[in-house]
């Protein structure tokens, strides 16, 4: 086997008691991209997750490594810790990165504390996925978003148009009533149009100064003005009035820039030695970013079909007798 880098591990959990039971390889299931394959050897040693000197090392969790080496790297892990290790490295992973985190395993039946099956049928299950999805319900949710959002987006230019209608022939401050069409003495709402205000923005100002000067000059007033950068006022401050100055320590901006990229890819505050946790710097909040919803329609008429059928309603819920087959 090619050499690997050396290991680098973040301080581990506080040791669990110790295991009785034999690792299941099948927990990684419900993890996409974990690849579990088998190799000549493990180099002996301790346990480099746990660090039970008691726990031997029988099987190497291989993570993404990052352009940062103080995230996870690879590790040799005893039977107990493989899950944990395998867990976390999948959860440092790069988003998108195109390599999986690898589970490699002794080419041998009898590794102390694996559950193992034939080598053939651990090669064959090298490529872990998460369980079949129910495409009903997920097409039940994806109709339901659809639907809403373009009856949304139909609302909304309907909105736009009733509103520069009314306001374009209705006079300002005046309030209006929409009745009942059947019987104009029922109100249904009423519509009041705001009164008429005024406000000035100066948009260029270039032109407004040229126009006072000539105009208006005992508007202008005379002030004094730097120049130079303010490194040319500190060094004639520091020959002619050292008083005026005073030194100060200060966290610069690339600093603090540094530790919000630093927490950024750690996922949560953490300091350039890695300090997470309660030793991570205060003063940093990592938030996920919001999901983005993009929808494209393939066939914008059908949604109006199926409405007008009965078979779904205005918010996308299918309705009884259009449940699919």
Excluded at 104 to 119: K, M, R
Excluded at 186 to 201: E, F, H, L, P
Excluded at 237 to 263: G, N
Aim: negative net charge; proline residues 9%.
């Amino acid at each position: 086997m090619a050499p690997t880098q050396q290991p680098t591990v973040p301080d581990p959990a506080p040791r669990p008691p110790p295991a009785t039971h034999r690792v299941d390889l099948t927990s990684l299931g419900d993890l996409t991209g974990i690849e579990i394959t088998t190799t000549d050897q493990v180099p002996p040693g301790p346990c480099e997750w746990c660090r039970d000197r008691s726990a031997t090392a029988v099987a190497r969790v291989i993570g993404d490594p990052p352009n940062d080496s103080t995230r996870f790297t690879a590790a040799d892990v005893c039977a107990r810790c493989v899950p944990a290790a395998a867990r976390h490295a999948h959860e440092q992973q790069t988003d998108g990165s195109p390599r999986p985190i690898r589970v490699e395993i002794p080419d041998q039946h009898d590794v102390p504390g694996l559950h193992t099956a034939s080598t053939t049928d651990r090669r064959r299950s090298s490529s872990m996925t998460t369980p079949p999805i129910d495409l009903t319900a997920t097409n039940r949710l994806a109709l339901a978003a659809a639907v809403t959002h373009v009856n949304a987006k139909r609302a909304n230019d309907a909105h736009k148009a009733a509103h520069k209608a009314f306001t374009t022939a209705i006079a300002r401050g005046s309030v209006n009533y929409a009745s009942d069409p059947r019987d104009p003495e029922r109100q249904i709402a009423q519509v009041a149009i705001s009164k008429s205000t005024w406000t000035a923005k100066v948009v260029d100002l270039s032109a407004l100064e040229q126009w006072v000067r000539a105009t208006y000059p005992d508007k202008l007033q005379r002030r004094t003005r730097i120049t130079g950068t303010e490194q040319d006022v500190i060094n004639v401050l520091e020959r002619f009035a050292p008083y005026l100055l005073d030194q100060v320590v200060e966290v610069p901006v690339e600093a603090v820039r540094e530790l919000e990229l630093k927490s950024r890819e750690a996922r949560e505050a953490c300091g350039w030695g890695g300090e997470v946790g309660e030793q991570a710097p205060p003063g940093i909040a990592v938030s996920e970013s919001a999901p983005r919803l993009v929808i494209t329609y393939r066939d914008e008429d059908l949604l109006d079909e199926l409405i007008a059928s009965g078979i779904v309603d205005v918010t996308g819920t299918v309705l009884a007798g259009g449940e699919e087959q």
